[in-house]
């Protein structure tokens, strides 16, 4: 080939994303606030579009993370380079019906959805072809961008629109392809409501044997936050960890094996089970 034209085709513009579109988002609840302000804080400038009825909602998105608001659903998702659905469960039925009912979707559409418990082949029954649909459970904790997503596809999507799924949640933290199987026990598990819960129950534990509240959830902080990091950071083995922190004969061992009869394995077996039923109980009639 000869060398002026090797140079124009290396010179050549490559193709670009239409400006006009945008990442939008139905639902201006607290997991979109999340996932916006986790966005910003990593960077991510593209164009945010958000769309809910209540109009207080958008002012208070729009005001904390530049993005723009749509009152209409129809022009909301006329917008869409990528649809997230982040609504309630039992609000997503009705959404895609009147998605569809409104003839906003002309061309192909990638769509994800964040509500619990409703599979993939649930969502393409309501609003099939062009959609192409993907599920995604982020933490909360994306906030910080330091979250965790569980990500999983419908057959049908290519690998092109997987990828960007993937890089567009890696913004606010590690992100896990897991079976749509999987997908509640998943949800149950991962949800930083563990850690909350653990860490006001040893708090008020601490308190009620002694410890003055400042110095109970000091305490009760260290014993979950900065022993995980250790495990995290250090590549540890947990069996070993569990050992060395908690010596046979010693307080620490007395504690957790008082623990252990008075069921806490139990406990927390019977909660993800509930957890579980409870994603289960959102597909029915939907």
């Known amino acids: 080939m000869p060398r002026a034209r090797e140079e124009a085709r290396s010179t050549r513009p490559k193709p670009r994303r239409d400006q006009t579109k945008a990442t939008v988002f139905l639902g201006g609840g607290r997991i979109t606030s999340a996932l916006i302000a986790g966005l910003r804080l990593s960077g991510y400038n593209r164009r945010i579009v958000v769309h809910d009825r209540n109009p207080e909602k958008l002012r208070a998105l729009r005001r904390e993370f530049r993005v723009d608001v749509a009152e209409d659903l129809k022009s909301a998702v006329g917008q869409a380079e990528m649809l997230i659905v982040a ?13 569809r009912s409104s003839g906003a979707i002309s061309g192909p559409v990638l769509a994800v ?4 418990g409703i599979p993939i082949k649930n969502l393409r029954a309501r609003l099939g072809a062009p959609v192409r649909w993907a599920r995604a459970m982020p933490s909360p904790v994306c906030r910080i961008a330091r979250g965790l997503t569980a990500l999983a596809f419908d057959r049908q999507v290519p690998q092109g629109d997987r990828v960007r799924v993937r890089e567009f949640f890696a913004r606010v933290g590690p992100v896990l392809s897991v079976p749509e199987s999987r997908f509640d026990i998943f949800t149950a598990t991962f949800s930083p409501s563990h850690g909350y819960h653990a860490l006001a129950v040893l708090a008020n534990a601490a308190e009620r044997a002694g410890l003055n509240p400042g110095e109970a959830l000091t305490a009760a902080a260290h014993a979950l936050a900065d022993g995980i990091l250790y495990w995290r950071e250090g590549g540890e083995d947990l069996a070993d ?10 307080t620490a061992a007395a504690t957790i094996a008082a623990m252990e009869k008075a069921g806490y394995a139990r406990a927390v077996a019977r909660g993800l089970q509930a957890g579980a039923e409870q994603g289960r109980r959102n597909v029915r009639g939907r």
């Open 87 to 99: 609504v309630r469960p039992a609000s997503v039925a009705a959404l895609l019906e009147e998605i």
């Open 113 to 116: 959805s964040l509500a619990a």
């Open 241 to 250: 960890l569990q050992l060395e922190a908690a010596t046979p004969g010693g």
